[in-house]
């Protein structure tokens, strides 16, 4: 069951807020090997929460694990806790209410240069998952001028997407538009329906209802093919450090569990029905076609490329970010340890 909480935002994630198809085999890591768990003893079953930032199938490999007992499999008992936007799941993981967090590649530098040490083990969106939403009324990148864009929060993964489009128009997204925190990601996708704002990035399957609301996609993201780290696996890392086993364990389970969606259509669009609350089923196929075929990797390897776009846009207002050297908070060995035992093909 996942529980869904609102985390007072502590002293020490401020700094965060000052700044706001499979992939090859990654470069080695300077990381120890993980080593693989023992096929001679099942081990014991640790218990952990796990948060996710926001709703959207960037995190469904981890919603299908849960309910398919795909965790389980793997002896972790996951307790999953949805918090409202990346700024306050950092604050959560940083404070140690949470030992695994799954959100924005951006929110993880911001918080790395502010003092957390964080290490990034997986990449679950490594491509920009979105359509650039409009009003009927903006025909053109010229109509977004003086309109008001919604986005999560300053820094996060929806902003540098945002940012990225705003670019491809040639528009100036400090002076031509206003750009607007809303929190989260079902938080954006309410305030289109809701007519509070006029455009937003969004993706399957919540696309299907802001077309029935007269929305249209003025510039799709998604298929630019473009790389990002929209959604990321990170932890501490000195709790990485002493939970090695563990960290492999849980990615262990989402790269199987990747490989059982491909194999299980009806039992994916199930659990992503649920998380959504969907009453319907229309969107949900488009969903599943669009994320499992387009967006998410069978090995999420995490790779210095996926940050470019990020690092840029947030050095702009933080210095610290440009200096940072991103791979010293990858570690890619987890997943290649899944991928040297064929996880991905079962």
Known sequence: MVKRVFVAIVAASLVILSCGGSAA????????????????????????KVAYSNLTNDNLSQWYAKDKGIFAENALDIELVAIDGGSRTMAALISGDVKIAQLGGSEVMSAQVGGADLVITAVLAPVYPYHFMAAADIKTPADLKGKKI??????????????????????????????VSLGSHEQRTAALLAGAIQAA???????????????????????QKLAAANTTIVAPKAWVSTNRTVMQRYV??????????KKDRAGAIEVMKKYFGATADRGYDDAYD?????????????KPELFVDAQATLSKTNAKVKDLDVKTILDASF????????????
């Open 290 to 302: 669009f994320y499992l075929n387009e967006v998410t990797p069978a090995l999420p390897f995490p």
């Open 150 to 179: 919604g986005i999560s929060s300053a820094g996060g993964s929806a902003d540098i997407a945002t940012r990225k489009v705003l670019a491809a128009f040639n528009l100036d997204p400090d002076k031509d538009v206003t750009l």
């Open 252 to 261: 262990d389970s989402i790269v199987a569990s990747v490989a059982r969606m």
């Open 201 to 223: 990035v969004d993706d399957p399957p919540n696309l299907t209802k802001l077309k029935d609301a007269g929305y249209h996609s003025l510039y799709d993201l998604a298929g």
């Open 335 to 346: 997943v290649q340890s899944a991928a040297d035992r064929g996880l991905d093909k079962k």
């Open 25 to 48: 085999p990654a470069p080695a890591s300077s990381a120890p090997a993980s080593a693989a768990p023992s096929a001679s003893a099942k081990p014991s079953t640790v218990s952990l």
